[in-house]
């Protein structure tokens, strides 16, 4: 590798859903592209969420020259105050982006150290030897950009998030004319979003949203609650236009979506008069017919305001007869199974339910098939990266770019770690570089790993049985019936007999190695094979000797 | 509830997906219709499978006629073994499906116990006080039937799992003039499968695979895997019309997938001459271009073949360069997770695999809403119940009912347990029954309760702390350093301070209650605090304190 060497180094996004992450590197300079978070996996037990492992860039602080955000959703911000609290580099991402950054700063105390510049999409702004175009792009949030970024090294293109909104809810169409331009300045790799390259066709407009949200809101005899994520600010906006069309007033419910759409209106990205919006309280002491709320819970989280009240656990308020429900939202992967139960159970609640496909009333924020061919029309570049999606999206994103006519030679399907070079233009891969995941429980970040979810799954599995056992110094024999506690075993209340027998099962194994060997090994051994026998389940099995 | 009412006892399949079954009864007389099982939810820790709660029937085994299984496939015949250990009644099925049962049946011992009666579609068969027609529908496996039932309390049609398909595998579509006839006879009520209540239009029919399979195997230049679910044999007939028509010799791997072939080839529902099907073995010594294995692990269950091949464990054979992999089928709800990560994993492997949405290479078995509609229609019924979906599907369903007429009151969307009465042919509400999960965990049916699920949640959230104590028993202070073990809580090779740090907070607990009160109770608390406190995770904590 040259000093002359451009260097693409994937850190979070590719092969996976969330916790996009990239450094831009030419020289001795860096340039980081989004800090996102990822949900867990089914099987990520116990795990809040995921933050990229950018333990790579720890030893190059000194040459990071900037970290941009392409826009305010989860998966691009999410792990600002953990990136920033390593990182220090000036951020720099639009009006919007940066109101949505400045709320989780302030949450971690960032807020004063942070060196925050606004741009806006049409501006150029140098960042050490990089030159960046900020090209805005339609997404499901205002104020998305795609970047041009110029370096000694070739000029490249990052998509960010987006799709061909013809008729955004911001009006703001894609700015075709800045790709072109791109295009114009010869464009030597693309790096495009993959989400949905395995879905046919164009993604509908969020506009398409209007006359479902609108037949929902002539028909509802009651109060309407719409559940979206508290960054899908563009929904807010089309939730408010229903509420106005139909005289209702609205109410922001829960933290973030509350924060959220205040700063939103503050900055001019959501345009709703004073008098439409009230407070949760007062909302609660209208007619039920003139309100409409508007909570996060779409994923169904047992903590969300809209897990809470499939469970009947919410506080503040309960479901009412004749509320109508909208998910205004996908299940992410692997929420399936949480949402659906979250459907059945507002439904026995007594509430109506609405949700994609019974009625129009979410679509996708991702570019589709023939979006993504477009993409590479416009951009007309010699290299193609697909990035953000997993394994399969990234493999059907270079189908399609051979389809347009992109050789195979020159797309490179990578995943996190993958460092790609060009050097004279021309593209090979690099090093490969740690890019897996940095789980966060608790307070602890990059603490629990593989082998402790590994031990958790085990204990999930089968529950667990602990042994108690005191014996005599001398004679190592058994002094008093051994002790045994279960969890997740055996419902202890209805196995008096089967706890009792493997009480008897220990006292047999103590007699039987009769002071000799060790004790502990051979009753976790021997009380395995009997409970196998007895089960077929393996719980983990801790005996502990004391001696008298 | 006189004698002459008509019952209708749902225990399984209404408000979930699976686990089907259902006692329909008048006077002392009872028929069982169906004995599935259902798949645990992600959250079921541990748990193997679901059976229906059938202790309702426990004390009427006497008025038990017959149980009819209505066709192959799991979610209807998977707990026949667990139904006739406990309660004996002759088992009337057509043909294949009493192939399938003979499977599971042998497996459990109870073969030559148990009574197996094989009907033909078109037949009528008195059970009891009951005239069951049983009425050929088309689905994705061969011999299915919705059925007739004349009761003297009234004419009622159960439809099985169906779909209108006009160009079955086996050309065999669904009976038409059957179900006018059960119309013409007066239908009080019908219990039609809401599986895709809210999916628009029409299934495809089973068809639309076959151009899908033949663009596959004309492209692939190794090895062809198809997986797909064991019991779903009109596929294996697919899959082997286009083996022979490109060449390919065709190995069924798996013991579900090899007896079930071999027991459908055996009764005449699989056409495939025996010169093309080939053992295991044979086939992995061939030519990659000359063989297509057809497996099970298309929900890319771990211990399947497919998800062995996914994580490279497979021990007969793994995967060659150029294989290609084909998922026939879509996820079961909440298995969308695994199946992403189990088709990432092959593509990781080096594999291609072709799934739907990529091509059409598998299609629903169930009835969309227009078909839902044509049912309908054709059985004219007057009171309509949804069966075999989640509350969601089931409201849906009776929102199409309405839509082709029926009235609102004569519709009744109800769950497990919730028993229907017909008395002089008027629908009313009865009793609840009980209508639960029952747990399958090994060997243990019914003992791992909610309870049980609730501790194994609690160790999966952030696992569990073992504190050993040995004090004086006089001055009840601690005579050595605590021992404490954790599982699934720290990484202990990278902890060792911090759990030296929790064996100093216990010593100090210790010491601070100075031989008085609960020690063990002290120290739990005591050190749930500090973890808290120190790492905002709350592992199940377990103190002994034995006295010297």
Known sequence: MSNKTLRIVPLGGLGEIGKNMMSIEYGNNILI????????????????????????????????????????????????????????????????????????????????????????????VKIGPFTVDFCHVSHSIPDCVALGIDTPGGFIVHTGDYKFDHTPVDNWPTDYAKLSEFAGRGVLALLADSTNADKPGWTPSERVIDPGFDKVFSEAKGRILVASFASLVSRMQQVANAAMNHNRKMAFVGYSMRENAKMARKLGYLDIPDDVVVPLDQALQMKPKKVV?????????????????????????????????????????????????????????????????????????????????????????????????????????????????????????????????????????????PGGYVFVDGDRVGEVGPAVLREREALSDAGVVFVNMLVNQHSHKLVRTPELVTHGFVYEPASEEFVAGMCVEVERLAHESDGNGDLQAKVEKGLKSYIYKETKSRPLIFAVVNEL
Chains 1, 2 share one sequence.
């Open 33 to 124: 592209v989004d800090t996102g978070i990822m949900f867990p996996e089914n099987d990520m037990l116990g795990i809040d969420y995921i933050i990229p492992d950018f333990q790579y860039l720890m030893d190059k602080r000194d040459r990071i020259r900037g970290i941009i955000i392409t826009h305010g959703h989860e998966d691009h911000t999410g792990a600002i105050a953990h990136v920033y609290e390593e990182l220090h580099a000036p951020i720099y991402a639009t009006k919007l982006t940066i109101g949505l950054l400045e709320v989780k700063l302030k949450r971690a105390g960032l807020r004063d150290k942070a060196e925050l510049i606004t741009v806006e999409a049409g501006d150029q």
């Open 293 to 433: 709320l508007m909570c996060t819970g779409s994923q169904g989280e047992p903590s969300s305001i809209m897990g809470r009240l499939a469970s009947g656990r919410n506080r503040q308020f309960d479901l009412l007869p004749g509320d109508t429900i909208v998910l205004s939202s996908h299940p992410i992967p692997g929420n399936e199974e949480t949402v659906s139960r979250t459907i059945n159970n507002l439904f026995r609640r007594g509430a109506n339910v609405v949700y994609d496909p019974i009625a129009p009333v979410h679509v996708s924020g991702h570019a589709s098939q023939e979006e993504m061919k477009l993409m590479m029309h416009l951009v007309k570049p010699k290299y193609m990266i697909p990035v953000h999606g997993e394994l399969r999206h990234l493999k059907q994103h270079a189908q399609l770019a051979q389809v347009v006519g992109i050789p195979a030679e020159n797309i490179s399907v990578i995943e996190n770690g993958q460092v790609i070079e060009f050097e004279d233009g021309k593209m090979s891969l690099g090093e490969r570089v």
